[in-house]
């Protein structure tokens, strides 16, 4: 018996003097106890894509989605600013489910597992509320505009909330370019009030509808509008953007924290 720990602890020294794979180890072990079993390495099952519950509705409440958070170290979060705190009960991503984050101002926040740049665009959300029921929102609670929206000629309408003050004014990174609205026009409706008309959503617009010229005059001084297409830069003819979609300034002296976007 003495010798037969001596033999296994002279083939076991190696193993330790560096390092090896998983399939040299079982290959060692292997020769060691014949015809014991080699388990390989288990890869988890992905599971099935998330499904809207059957009669689910169109989200009426805003959806903020930040590209990352503190709660998340650097990984994208979910916030209702209209809700409060255990309101929502969870919330799905592209068919990724949320995790619960801390409330922020008794509003529910919920974390994703990456920054919000890798995930595909249009983003599709879930929403089940504490109550039992649930709803879905693409991109920005987007819904049909309905008969309500003025002169009837809009047929979508979406609410973004600002993502704080840059320059001076209100700003908002919308995750949409500005093509994607449509040729235009496209009418952006500030909780204000204020109204401002975009004719083409392919170029840059300031200040003044259809002219979209720099007027320092005019009621909407400080609107900006970029549709994020390319080039990035500081140029009126430049229309890129960092995050690659539509950048929104409201106009000076305008502290609305939403803007609703008809088209």
């Not at 984050?101 to 879930?126: C, E, H, T, W």
């Not at 979209?212 to 080039?231: D, E, L, T, Y």
Request: aromatic letters at 10%; hydrophobic letters at 35%; a positive charge.
């Amino acid at each position: 018996m003495g010798r037969l720990l001596i033999i296994l602890a002279v083939l076991l020294m190696p193993l330790h003097s560096q390092a090896y794979t998983l399939q040299e180890c079982n290959a060692a072990c292997a020769q060691l106890f014949p015809g014991g079993p080699v388990v390989p390495p288990v890869t988890p099952p992905v599971g099935p894509p998330v499904v809207p519950p059957a009669g689910s509705k169109v989200c009426t409440m805003p959806i903020t989605f930040e590209r990352d958070s503190d709660q998340g170290n650097g990984a994208a979060a979910i916030l209702f600013r209209t809700m409060q705190a255990g309101s929502v009960s969870a919330v799905t991503v592209n068919s990724e489910v949320a995790r619960l984050g801390k409330p922020y101002k008794n509003a529910p926040v919920f974390l994703m597992s990456k920054s919000g740049d890798q995930y595909a665009r249009p983003l599709r959300f879930i929403v089940q509320t504490s109550d039992g029921q649930a709803c879905t929102a693409t991109s920005g609670s987007e819904a049909p505009a309905g008969p309500a929206t003025p002169t009837g000629e809009y047929k979508y309408k979406a609410t973004y909330d600002s993502y704080g003050v840059r320059n001076g004014r209100q700003a908002w990174r919308i995750n949409k370019k500005g093509p994607d609205f449509g040729p235009g026009p496209v009418k952006f409706v500030f909780s204000s009030g204020k109204e401002f008309i975009v004719y083409n959503t392919s170029k840059n617009c300031r200040d003044v509808p259809k002219s979209c010229g720099r007027n320092s005059k005019a009621p909407m001084h400080g609107f900006v509008f970029k549709p994020g297409i390319g080039p990035n830069g500081e140029g009126d003819s430049d229309t890129g953007t960092s995050h690659g979609g539509v950048y929104l300034h409201a106009p000076w002296k305008d502290n609305s924290k939403e803007v609703t976007v008809y088209w």
